[in-house]
């Protein structure tokens, strides 16, 4: 625009109220556009308010405004992705960080697979790209459809935007005819510079790092951006298959080399720990020579077959562990220690920190753990950090390793300032003004406060609305913020009456500022979908403490219904009982997970919201996994004797897999004994109760593994 001061040259005021006025000139051409069809610019001037914004921001960053216009999701016009349903989940990876964890984990594996310890063991190891995962399915040869990861099930469809990444075949010949190739997609840090510098000179959004940058251009919705992004793609493994690519892991990769796909070249066999580790130590040497990023080594049992045999945890392959590299450390000042509340009502010590930047990350926040962290002490008297307590002003290093929240590792008492305090930890919560208080035996100090403690409330409804519970379009931690300040939304129930207590016409809403007829119309359509809801989403979406992702994974698939759930927990007592032996019976739930959710359903008014919400609910069932047409779907086992096919850990996990509960003791309610040489009274009871009974080959051909 004529006359403009350049961003370069705009005082710190200057630039303040020139942010304030963009931001009222972008909301009212947003009105204009989305609201009164009738826009007042063009959209080149549109773009061009936006792209200053975007850059004032970007030099200005603690000047950007709560309602900034880069944060506008409200009133976007995007109409985002579409959701591609993975056929095969993508998972993630078990980390390990020390070199004992890895001989851990081929003991792991040899003890699963029932292995003698000098039994051969065959392990590929490769680097682990820092980039963002690609699902590339190829029907006939042809690309037919990419997707991200999303949330391992669900991801988004980039089909388009992966058509323009030159490392991505679009035809293959001699391909199975339905492959899925599942790889990284990274940026090389030459690449990284010159777009941040081309972004920089055009006024548009630099990033923090070469990750950022290949997931920003990776989902862009115009795929003439992502084309203009030099991405790149390694190929690492593969989802759905109509053949398999090779008997061996690293045999696969060579395929995969073969049929065109980027692959990388520090992929080797090991022979077990020792090799492994050398291994790793050499990508550790060559990391400052590569021109793309890495953040640890992958370790992955090389032959198939056991590959098969080992299967999946909830969210991680029992034959893979990322070994990564040491955490980076910086060090800086601390200016700040705030209290944060969070939805269990934790009282969390955050570090607000001079700016500095982590293996290229600007860190600016930290945790601090606890009261006992900064103090130095814990609750026994033992020394923290050899007793050394940190304060406001304190000269301290920060850590970071891969995705984890930074954190305040250690703090130079040299540097102290004199006038520094002790850090006085509060004894209320700082939100509600109840108690804060700490229960013995925990670190944590928490406000009882309850769903009155609005942060708590807010944090609750954050948690809900997460990508990994109800995953509501449009509904964003911003928005329930939003929402709760003005009353709108005070629990997750309060979420679907929204458009019945505002009506179909939803002036209200149309009328706040960030929101339009489409977004509201949007909003509520999203909502209206989520009446419908998996069981195990449901499950963590309650946000009890201790229950997170795979746990209410495992609850669901053990429940398989709301009701069967909803019941065994309002009927189970704390320590006593059958209903509180069948739960802490479950593999993965312990009496500190299983306390905590019998608690919360025993008290009034946490039972009373879920009551309310699940009203508005239709809840699906679990379908144990894989199970779908299994016989054993919904059954009861026992395994007796001994099994000489199969460790039990694996019979276990294989029944489970099957949608089938393993349990330990013969009952009327068992439905099938899988009896070895030596069953003794098991067997006989099975017998005593016609209690259908197959030896080891009976099982492995029920199972489909003879
Ligand atoms: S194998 C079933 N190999 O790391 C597990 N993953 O932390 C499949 N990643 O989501 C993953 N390099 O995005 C594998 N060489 C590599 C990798 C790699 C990077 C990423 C991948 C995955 C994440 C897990």
């Known amino acids: ?63 950007k405004r709560a309602d900034s216009p880069s944060e506008n999701v409200g009133a976007a016009p995007a109409e985002g992705f579409s959701k591609v349903r993975h056929r095969v989940r993508m998972l993630s990876l078990a980390n390990a960080f020390e070199n004992e964890e890895i001989t851990e984990f081929d003991a792991r594996v040899r003890r699963y697979l029932g292995l003698a310890e000098d039994a051969p063991l065959t392990y590929t190891a490769e680097p682990k790209i820092d980039g963002l995962s690609l699902s590339l399915r190829f029907e006939d040869g042809r690309l037919v459809q990419a997707a991200t990861r999303g949330n391992g099930e669900t991801g988004e469809n980039v089909t388009a935007n992966a058509r323009t990444i030159a490392d991505i075949p679009d035809r293959l010949t001699g391909a199975p005819a339905v492959l899925e190739v599942r790889g990284e997609v990274y940026m090389g840090h030459d690449d990284f510079e010159t777009l941040n510098a081309r972004q920089a000179e055009s006024g548009d959004k630099t990033f923090a790092n070469p990750r950022n940058a290949a997931a920003g251009s990776l989902r862009q919705l115009d795929p003439r951006i992502t084309e203009n992004r030099p991405l790149r793609f390694f190929a690492y493994g593969w989802g759905e298959l109509s053949e398999p690519l090779a008997t061996t892991q690293l045999g696969a990769i060579n395929r995969l080399a073969e049929l065109g796909f980027p692959t990388n070249p520090l992929t080797t066999r090991c022979d077990g720990p020792d090799e492994m580790v050398m291994h790793y130590r050499m990508i550790e040497e060559r990391r400052a020579t590569l021109d793309y990023d890495i953040d640890g080594v992958v370790y992955k049992v090389d032959d198939l077959a056991l590959q098969a045999r080992l299967g999946f945890r909830s969210t991680t392959p029992r034959w893979a562990i ?60 033992n020394a923290i950090r050899d007793g050394k307590d940190i304060r406001e002003g304190d000269w301290v290093q920060v850590y970071r390793a891969g995705d984890v929240i930074p954190k305040v590792a250690d703090v130079d008492l040299s540097k102290r300032p004199k006038d520094a305090k002790p850090f006085a930890f509060p004894r209320i919560c700082p939100e509600c003004g109840s108690d804060a208080i700490r229960e013995e035996g925990d670190a944590v100090r928490r406000c009882t406060g309850g769903l009155i403690c609005p942060a708590q409330a807010v944090e ?51 009328n706040r500022e960030g929101w339009g007829e489409k977004s509201a119309k949007n909003l509520f359509e999203a909502i209206e979908e989520k009446r419908q809801i998996p069981l195990d989403r449901l499950i963590f979406a309650l946000g009890i403490r201790h229950v997170g992702e795979s746990a209410a994974d495992l609850l669901a698939r053990f429940y398989v219904s709301w009701d069967r759930f909803f019941h065994a927990m309002s009927s189970a007592t704390v320590g006593e009982g059958p209903e509180w032996a069948r739960l802490t019976a479950i593999d993965g739930v312990g009496p500190v997970m299983a306390t905590s959710l019998v608690t919360t359903f025993h008290q009034p008014a946490e039972r009373a919201s879920i009551e309310r919400l699940v009203r508005y609910l239709t809840v699906e069932d679990a379908v144990p996994r894989g199970a779908v047409d299994s016989p054993l779907a919904g059954k009861t086992v026992v395994f007796t004797g001994s099994l ?39 067997a006989r009871q099975a017998e005593k109760l016609g209690i259908e009974m197959i030896d080891e080959d009976g099982w492995l051909n029920l199972v489909g593994d003879a």
Do not use: C
């Open 1 to 63: 625009m004529a006359g403009e001061t350049p961003v370069e040259a705009l005082t710190r005021q200057q630039a303040s109220a020139e942010l304030a006025r963009l931001s009222k000139a972008i909301a009212a051409a947003d009105k204009a556009y989305h609201q009164l069809d009738a826009p007042e610019i063009s959209d080149a001037e549109y773009d061009a308010l936006k792209r200053r914004n975007a850059a004032i921001e970007s030099r200005f960053p603690d000047l």
């Open 644 to 682: 000489e096919k199969m460790t039990r850990a694996e019979a276990k996990a294989r029944a489970e897999a099957l949608g089938a509960r393993v349990s330990g003791s013969v009952s009327a309610r068992t439905d099938l004994v899988v009896a070895g040489p030596g069953a003794g009274s098991k």
């Open 322 to 381: 990322a070994h990564k590299f040491p955490a980076e450390l910086a060090w800086t000042r601390l200016e700040k220690i705030e209290i944060q509340v969070g939805r269990t009502g934790a009282l969390s010590p955050v570090a607000r920190l001079h700016p500095v930047t982590v293996g290229g990350v600007v860190v600016s926040n930290a945790t601090l753990h606890n009261e006992d962290y900064i103090s130095g002490r814990d609750a026994k008297g």
């Open 460 to 510: 609750k409804l954050k948690h809900f609305v997460s990508r990994a519970a109800f995953d509501i379009e449009g509904l964003g931690a911003k928005q329930v913020e939003q929402f709760y300040r003005d009353g709108w939304i005070r629990e997750p129930a309060d979420i679907f009456t929204l458009q019945e207590r505002f009506g179909r016409g939803m002036q209200q809403l149309k």
